[in-house]
């Protein structure tokens, strides 16, 4: 059931607590309660996502990644070297089902290579791809588009899942002059944009049809999925909000090594502790569980002690390495009037598609403004980067970037993500600068920190520069609408993880086992994006919920 007031909450003990009922805590918290005698409650800081206009309807959803606001935890970065000492606003959602609830769900797996890496660097072939990919099908309902077109060359319907808890679909909305002309371009430019079926198929080079979490015009998210109405009734599935964790406590001795009883966390302007009898799983993403975890001691002790906190467990890795894909847009002027500005801006259109989508679902308003197509490309093997820098991809079939959200507007809009981190040195960090557990962290992502991403980010432009060359796009395209010496580069990106990193299980360095138990604490686990070692090549919330789906496996595993 869903609390809004602690007070009507049934009881305090649990036999799991997970903290965070974001894109991956819920998938927890749904698979743990598949055995009526098993018991979670579910802690969640946000506010509920029932009947929030913006995040339900996918042509809004725009609105929501302002940083700032009543569904965002407001945060912003420390000063970035790497953008000439700018701080940026830093969105993270304030609201069940996390990131799942508030981003531009694009649906993207991330390459073979990424996961095999995964595996090689934990030392679990459970994190390969072939052994996660039933994982992917576990978690999506493929979901036919709103406007019902054939989707015939579009996608692959061989790798996709059909009975999971989350609807991804292709657009339900079409602006066939624009798909027509990209679709050209890969005609025009093979070899730098050739077309790919599928971009979920592991193989994800080169430019497709994006695939979105959206199912019947609505955006499908770990709250209306992993909780919907027939998971959340369970008796045994209690999910509390405005229930701020601040901080794990009750420590005591298990087989010689520490272990957390109790949750702390505050409801209105009170203190309350909930009891977990087997697990703490923490699931509130790449911000809020490295805060956790250093609040509650463990971490390195050097800041800890400095900062006046017991150490329960001196763990120097918690809140380093962590990183983030950049984005950087490039806009041109277009001559059409077929363009998103000609329904954001004109008050007639705009409320005929509000009208269309709350009679019928259909209409502009289920098209996600991330964009019709999305391009997964890599750096030229000749390009003379790799002579200063080894390649950090983690493998050919992997890309260097991605230009994304080419959308028919007066501007046309591409982010490049390069994907670069190779060395724990290089990451940013997540760490705290306050004893009090309340107040915000000091959030890095370590944007342009290393000169690969600089040198990639550069070739990247061209390479978005050439799309637009080509003749598919003449007397379409007009002037650049910006003036790329003058730009300042970079904004967030925001698929921020691998700050609470998973290690060999014998490793001196990382945070969690590849069973996602935390090192040398007992009874305490993390759960969500924050264990990825390194980040993959893909927007991060399709690999958080196959995270979740395996380490709920992993649990009941211990536990069964
Ligand atoms: C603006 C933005 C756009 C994005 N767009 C895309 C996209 O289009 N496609 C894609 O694949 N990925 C996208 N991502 C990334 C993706 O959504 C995330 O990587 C993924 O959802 C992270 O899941 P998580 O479970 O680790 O964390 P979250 O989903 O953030 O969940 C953490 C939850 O814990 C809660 N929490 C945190 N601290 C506490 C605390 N102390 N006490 C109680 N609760 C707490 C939070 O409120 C939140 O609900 C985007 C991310 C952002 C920020």
């Not at 730009?487 to 969690?512: I, K």
């Amino acid at each position: 059931k869903l609390y809004e007031d602690v007070a009507d909450l049934p009881r305090l003990e649990y036999d799991y607590v997970v903290v965070g009922g974001g894109t991956a805590g819920n998938v927890v918290a749904n698979r743990l309660t598949e055995n009526p005698d098993v018991s979670v409650l579910v802690l969640e800081a946000g506010v509920s996502n029932e009947g929030v206009l913006v995040s339900e309807v996918p042509f809004l959803g725009i609105d929501l990644l302002a940083p700032t606001g009543p569904y965002s935890w407001n945060y912003t970065t420390t000063p970035q070297k790497g953008l000439n000492g700018r701080a940026i606003s830093y969105a993270r959602a304030y609201l069940l089902g996390g990131c799942s609830s508030h981003n531009d769900m694009v649906y993207t797996r991330g390459a073979q290579d990424d996961f095999d890496r995964y595996a090689k660097l934990t030392g679990d072939e459970g994190w390969s791809w072939n052994q996660i990919f039933p994982y992917f099908l576990k978690n999506e309902k493929w979901t036919p588009p709103a406007d019902q077109h054939d989707t015939r060359g579009q996608f692959n319907p061989g790798i996709h899942g059909t009975a999971g808890p989350i609807s991804v679909s292709l657009s339900g909305f079409q602006w066939p002059d624009f798909q027509r002309r990209i679709i050209q371009t890969t005609e025009e430019l093979p070899d730098d944009f050739p077309f790919n079926l599928d971009m979920n198929s592991g193989q994800p080079l080169g430019v497709g049809w994006v695939q979105s979490t959206i199912g019947h015009g609505e955006r499908s998210s770990s709250a209306t999925g992993y909780l919907a109405p027939d998971f959340i009734q369970r008796p045994n599935l209690d999910v509390l909000l405005h229930a701020h964790v601040s901080k794990l406590v009750n420590v005591t001795q298990h087989q010689g090594k520490p272990s957390f009883g109790g949750v702390q966390f505050r409801s209105g302007a009170s203190l309350f502790v909930a009891e977990a009898s087997k697990e703490i799983i923490l699931s509130a993403g790449s911000i809020g569980t490295p805060q956790i975890l250093l609040n509650s001691g463990v971490g390195d002790h050097n800041t800890l002690h400095a900062l006046g906190i017991p150490t329960v467990l001196d763990l120097p890795s918690v809140g380093q390495n962590a990183s983030d894909h950049t984005y950087f847009g490039l806009t041109w002027a277009v001559n059409s009037n077929d363009t998103i500005e000609s329904i954001t801006q004109n008050a007639t259109r705009f409320n005929a598609a509000s009208e269309q989508w709350n009679t019928s679902r259909t209409g502009p308003f289920v098209f996600a403004q991330a964009g019709t197509h999305a391009g997964w490309l890599r750096l030229s093997q000749n390009s003379p980067v790799f002579d200063i820098h080894p390649d950090p991809s983690p493998g050919p079939g992997a890309p260097h970037f991605e230009l994304l959200r080419p959308t028919p507007s007066v501007v046309s809009l591409f982010i490049l993500l390069p994907v670069s981190r190779i060395h724990f040195s290089q990451g940013g960090s997540v760490t705290i600068s306050s004893g009090d557990p309340f107040a915000n962290p000091l959030i890095n992502p370590g944007y342009l920190a290393s000169e690969f991403d600089a040198i990639a980010l550069r070739e990247g432009v061209k390479l978005a520069q050439k799309f637009f060359s080509a003749s598919a796009w003449h007397g379409y395209l007009g002037a650049p609408t910006i003036n790329l010496a003058a730009m300042n580069a970079t904004e967030q990106m925001a698929t921020l993880r691998a700050n609470v990193d998973m290690s060999p299980r014998d490793a001196t360095y990382g945070v969690v086992n590849p069973d996602l138990t935390v090192k040398g604490i007992a009874g305490l686990r993390v759960i969500d994006a924050s264990v990825l070692p390194i980040v993959p090549g893909a927007h991060t919330q399709a690999a958080t919920y196959v995270v979740a789906e395996r380490g709920a496996d992993l649990v009941k595993q211990l536990w069964t």
